[in-house]
């Protein structure tokens, strides 16, 4: 069963038109067809447009690389992690940024897993198509799992781990960043 999150049409917000970042939490059921793509995010189609970010086929060690692909109006291209491994059943965070300049790099649990740079390539050309998570809006080419806490937003983000020490008797945080509704 196919199953995806489609916006109602176009929805400008969700075109970056400088450096962002996308990220997410997924886990993967049994992966009944590990030669498939698998996408993640699809704003791009089949158009030279926004992006698509995806998972490529697994490897002979059942390793996925992260791919993620730019639209800038007469070209696309195509940048590639390193091989991850997301084992079944099992929630993990992936991430990627992009400088508007021609530089990717992936995350994998705030663990950088590579990258790409480009010449001639600048901020992403705004499309007019939805944003579907979960599948391709041009091919049938769902993730076989769960998705969870996607986040879109302009700018490169940091995804470094941290620890956290709590040493006193209270325990009460506050969210300082301001929340954009969609």
Not at 33 to 55: C, E, F, I, N, V
Not at 100 to 117: P, Q, T, Y
Not at 126 to 137: A, E, Q, R
């Amino acid at each position: 069963v196919r199953h995806a999150a489609v916006t109602s049409g176009t929805v400008p917000r969700l075109s970056p038109v400088g450096s962002f970042s996308a990220e997410m939490w997924v886990r993967v059921a049994v992966d009944v067809s590990p030669t498939q793509p698998a996408h993640l995010l699809d704003k791009q189609g089949s158009l030279m447009q926004d992006y698509r970010w995806s998972l490529l086929p697994a490897d002979e060690l059942g390793r996925r690389r992260m791919s993620v692909n730019l639209g800038f109006g007469t070209f696309a291209k195509e940048f590639v992690s390193e091989p991850v491994f997301l084992p079944a059943k099992e929630w993990r965070h992936l991430a990627f940024t992009y400088d508007a300049v021609g530089n990717v790099a992936f995350f994998l649990d705030s663990e950088a897993v590579g990258g790409g740079s480009a010449e001639s390539c600048g901020p992403v050309q705004p499309g007019t198509l939805p944003l579907s998570i979960g599948d391709g809006l041009a091919s049938a080419a769902g993730f076989p799992g769960d998705i969870d806490e996607v986040r879109l937003c302009d700018g490169v983000r940091g995804f470094a781990s941290f620890e956290l020490d709590v040493s006193g008797p209270r325990h009460v945080w506050q969210r300082m960043e301001r929340p954009t509704p969609l």
